[in-house]
Nanobody
Framework: QVQLVESGGGLVQPGGSLRLSCAAS????????VGWYRQAPGKERELVAG???????NYADDVKGRFTISRDNAKNTVYLQMNSLKPEDTAVYYC??????????????WGQGTQVTVSS
């Protein structure tokens, strides 16, 4: 009953920028912690950036200063602005959200993923 849909991935040259979006829809009472993860071929999925209220944020060391996570609570949407992209940022990016439904149950949802490829 809840869906997370990512968009904004694609092919970009090194040094370029992309903005990922993750829109949540369905039976949503509130969205608590949200995060962006990525998984490169042959590697485990890793946390890239996370936020609870949109004020408190945390980032993986290798994206600090380049990536920014933000959220628009009115639109139930989370964003990941990625600047100064590097080839090693190439991965499938997933959003994750802890959502409280109208049933009173918390559940962690994942999006389907969006491919980001950084290459010249």
């Amino acid at each position: 009953q809840v869906q997370l849909v990512e968009s904004g991935g694609g092919l970009v040259q090194p040094g370029g920028s992309l903005r990922l979006s993750c829109a949540a829809s369905g039976s949503i009472f509130s969205i608590d912690a949200v995060g962006w993860y990525r998984q490169a071929p042959g590697k485990e999925r890793e946390l890239v950036a996370g936020t609870t209220s949109g004020v408190t944020t945390n980032y993986a060391d290798d994206v600090k200063g380049r990536f920014t996570i933000s959220r628009d609570n009115a639109k139930n949407t989370v964003y990941l602005q990625m600047n100064s992209l590097k080839p090693e940022d190439t991965a499938v990016y997933y959003c994750n959200a802890d959502i409280l439904g109208y049933s009173g149950v918390h559940f962690s949802y994942w999006g389907q993923g969006t491919q980001v490829t950084v290459s010249s």
